[in-house]
T-cell receptor, first 116, second 116 residues
Framework: AQSVTQLGSHVSVSEGALVLLRCNYS??????LFWYVQYPNQGLQLLLK??????LVKGINGFEAEFKKSETSFHLTKPSAHMSDAAEYFC??????????????FGQGTILTVHP | DGGITQSPKYLFRKEGQNVTLSCEQN?????MYWYRQDPGQGLRLIYY???????QKGDIAEGYSVSREKKESFPLTVTSAQKNPTAFYLC???????????????FGPGTRLLVL
């Protein structure tokens, strides 16, 4: 079964600082990976996705993530944090084989706080 | 505007009562999903449907039921058998996934269920 681990349930950065949110996955086949963002009391919005094309994926709002097979990682970064980036971020992996293809398995989420 | 709507935004359930959460989409998506979100646990899949008149149990289906009579609608009933229903419920939809070709899931704004 596929799984996702997000290291750090809470991350705090200063405005203008680098944002790094960590995600490691476990999968027996090449995975499809997603990052979603959730603002308080709202649904999830797709930030970016990796589908085996380029290993460096650029998303919305200046975020990007790099797929590293050797490290089984898909960490999310942004060079300079804005106050509006404060939210909860979820990494997810998609089944691509078997009877459950298309199902998403989510990490536990990382709450990002941005200080002025 | 195309999108996913969920109603109501807040729902209160009395002990022993069944309640139904609505999810409607006008994206012409074949697949629809229900997730439950609890603090610190990420999202967990309750049920999913890849086509009208067909649905599958997810990871935590006990105490829940669904129907898929129309492509646009995928209501979730929280039955009295669900002993801990207080959570944030998210509906999502996507084009129909295929093996080796997962698709992006798009989320509604969510319904918060509280037990009186």
């Amino acid at each position: 079964a596929q799984s996702v681990t997000q290291l750090g349930s809470h991350v705090s950065v200063s405005e203008g600082a680098l944002v790094l949110l960590r995600c490691n996955y476990s999968s027996s086949v090449p995975p499809y990976l997603f990052w979603y963002v959730q603002y308080p009391n709202q649904g999830l919005q797709l930030l970016l996705k990796y589908t085996s094309a380029a290993t460096l994926v650029k998303g919305i709002n200046g975020f990007e993530a790099e797929f590293k097979k050797s490290e089984t990682s898909f960490h999310l970064t942004k060079p300079s944090a804005h106050m509006s980036d404060a939210a909860e971020y979820f990494c997810a992996v998609s089944d691509i084989v078997g009877t459950s293809y298309g199902k998403l398995t989510f990490g536990q989420g990382t709450i990002l706080t941005v200080h002025p | 505007d195309g999108g996913i709507t969920q109603s109501p935004k807040y729902l209160f359930r009395k002990e022993g009562q069944n309640v139904t959460l609505s999810c409607e989409q006008n994206l012409n998506h074949d697949a629809m999903y229900w997730y439950r979100q609890d603090p610190g646990q990420g999202l967990r899949l309750i049920y999913y449907s890849q086509i009208v008149n067909d649905f599958q149990k997810g990871d935590i289906a006990e105490g829940y039921s669904v129907s898929r009579e129309k492509k646009e609608s995928f209501p979730l009933t929280v039955t009295s058998a669900q002993k801990n229903p207080t959570a944030f419920y998210l509906c999502a939809s996507s084009i129909r996934p295929e093996p080796q070709n997962p698709t992006t899931q798009y989320f509604g704004p969510g319904t918060r269920l509280l037990v009186l």
